[in-house]
């Protein structure tokens, strides 16, 4: 029963995110861009500035923000990471297809290349 507990959580993501999405143009968000003494908004100021990484020699001293870092080192590495993660599982799942052909048969009849697997498989799975 353990891993059914991931289709409730699964589902009430979708739930929740639904109900998010329904929500966000509900909020009251003109306010946060007027209101403030700063002409762009206490909100355009949090957004980190993606134009400091094509610049060619800047340096975090002369345009001091608390993104610099994270958008120079840590979001690369987060990227990179995430990559590494998805090819890590994709080739798990291709493993258990590739040991699964090498015992299937190639039936000979066919065009195309129909292979017999004497095993009972679930549906859409490896094995």
């Known amino acids: 029963m353990r891993h059914w507990t991931f289709y409730n959580w699964n589902r009430w993501f979708l739930f929740l995110g639904t109900l998010v ?22 909100v355009i100021k949090i957004i980190p ?26 979001l690369p590495l987060l990227f990179f990471t995430g990559m590494l993660a998805q090819g890590t599982q994709l080739a798990m799942q291709f493993w258990p297809f590739y040991q699964l052909r090498q015992q299937a048969k190639r ?14 498989l679930a549906p859409f799975s490896f094995g």
């Open 49 to 74: 500035r993606l134009y400091t990484l094509a610049t060619p020699g800047f340096t975090a001293a002369t345009y001091p923000d608390i993104y610099t870092d994270f958008l120079n080192f840590w």
């Open 21 to 42: 999405c329904y929500a966000i143009p509900a909020l009251a968000t003109l306010s946060w861009f007027q209101n403030s003494p700063n002409p762009y908004g206490p």
């Open 107 to 120: 039936l000979p009849d066919y065009a195309e290349k129909v292979y017999q697997v004497d095993q009972n």
